[in-house]
Nanobody, 126 residues
Framework: QVQLEESGGGLVQAGDSLRLSCVASGRTFSSHVMGWFRQAPGKEREFVATVNWSGGRTYYAASVKDRFTISRDNAKNTVYLQMNSLKPEDTAVYYC???????????????????WGQGTQVTVSS
């Protein structure tokens, strides 16, 4: 069982930056793939970014590529999402997710993740 807790959300202006953090419980963090998803009001939860167990491989949604950076610190059981050049359309609740290592390269759908945090609100004003 993995418990996840996000932090770092807030209200910012377009063009600003934010860094989200997600701390995981347990001693098996490094054996989990980590991902970030987001959900805007009235929309489905969508993939944002994912990172493999070591942090050496990452994959991004096209809408955030070159603006967002996912990273992890296995010694601190923490995954980060650095968000730069924020846009109003980035406004959403951001969720951290985890899954055990599998045979795939990247995991980009919510159904592929077993553990979820409670979410943190990010609001970007224009």
């Amino acid at each position: 069982q993995v418990q996840l807790e996000e932090s770092g959300g807030g209200l910012v202006q377009a063009g600003d930056s934010l860094r989200l953090s997600c701390v995981a419980s347990g001693r098996t963090f490094s054996s989990h793939v980590m991902g970030w998803f987001r959900q805007a009001p009235g929309k489905e939860r969508e993939f944002v970014a994912t990172v493999n167990w070591s942090g050496g491989r990452t994959y991004y949604a096209a809408s955030v590529k070159d603006r967002f950076t996912i990273s992890r610190d296995n010694a601190k059981n923490t995954v980060y999402l650095q968000m730069n050049s924020l846009k109003p359309e980035d406004t959403a609740v951001y969720y951290c997710a985890a899954r055990r290592l599998g045979t795939g390269d990247f995991y980009v759908t919510p159904a592929q993740y077993a553990y979820w945090g409670q979410g943190t609100q990010v609001t970007v004003s224009s």
